[in-house]
């Protein structure tokens, strides 16, 4: 009964994160130039959540399980995978100033369809990867899976917001964009699930310090240098203090 709970708590969970996945409807209905203001807020607290999350949640958990040269692998394998991943596809999951850098990078004669298929692809994997951190973390310890499930959501906001221009912008519709962009984001709860059938004959803490490498990698090398090419002194700090909040954020809920 108690698996079948789990299970059942697994479910809802990514099912809610792929609905995160139609925030990019937004970006129709607010200005660009409320949208820029809004972006940074949003890609600084998201930046704190990962770190905190996988600090104060998914490291500790991983490695009470595991003798530390066992985890520390495990974090390394996660933080290079999506290296790898980034580099492959050429595409980087923070989506500068809404996917207005990213958008600034194609010339009007370059094909944009591939690039939005490539993105599709590289998202449905981070989801997939993130479903199984998540649950995995979660089937450890309840309070550390609500804690990375509320970090993954920080930072799925403003991706999905960029995902979503980049695709409009390559010349799909609205429509079609918002519905590859769910269908993308449904390899969570595919994760997930996968994460609650492996629990059940064998330990999932390797999967939650994967993920925490995955965590790590996306708040250091993606969010983070958006924050520090901030113009001006208050950006900067609204930038820092956001991030701060993110990070703190994440220290409370541990306690």
């Keep these: 009964m108690e698996d079948l709970n789990s299970l059942a708590w697994i479910l809802v969970g990514g099912l809610l994160m792929s609905l995160v996945a139609m925030v990019g409807a937004f970006t129709l209905l607010l200005p660009p130039r409320r949208l ?3 972006l940074l ?15 104060f ?16 692998f495990y974090i390394a394998a996660g933080f290079m995978t999506f290296l790898a991943l980034e580099q492959f596809l050429q595409w980087h999951h923070s989506h500068r100033n809404a996917g207005q850098s990213n958008l600034s990078h194609w010339g009007a004669g370059q094909s944009r369809q591939p690039v ?13 990867i993130g479903g199984l951190g998540i649950a ?23 991706q999905e917001l960029g995902d979503f221009a ?14 590859w962009n769910l269908i993308s984001a449904l390899t969570f709860p595919a994760g997930a699930v996968l ?11 390797g999967l939650v310090l994967f993920a925490c490498g995955n965590f790590i990698y996306i708040a250091a090398s993606d969010l983070v240098p958006e924050i520090k090419t901030a113009h ?6 609204l930038g820092f203090g956001w991030f701060s909040t993110g990070l703190l954020l994440m220290m409370a809920l541990a306690h």
């Design 232 to 237: 001006s002194l208050r950006d900067a700090g």
């Design 195 to 205: 994460a609650w059938q492996i629990s059940r004959s064998l330990s999932v803490a």
């Design 41 to 55: 807020p949003l890609v600084s607290l998201a930046a704190g959540s990962l770190l905190g999350g996988a600090l």
């Design 57 to 72: 949640h998914m490291l500790p958990e991983g490695m009470e399980a595991l003798p530390p040269r066992h985890g520390s």
């Design 166 to 179: 980049i695709l409009v912008h390559s010349g799909w519709s609205a429509r079609s964009a918002l519905r």
């Design 116 to 128: 939005a298929i490539l993105i599709l692809l590289g998202d449905a994997l981070h989801n997939f």
């Design 36 to 38: 820029q203001q809004l």
């Design 136 to 158: 995995s973390t979660f089937l450890m310890n309840p309070a550390a899976g609500v804690a990375a499930f509320v970090a993954a959501v920080a930072h799925e906001i403003p």
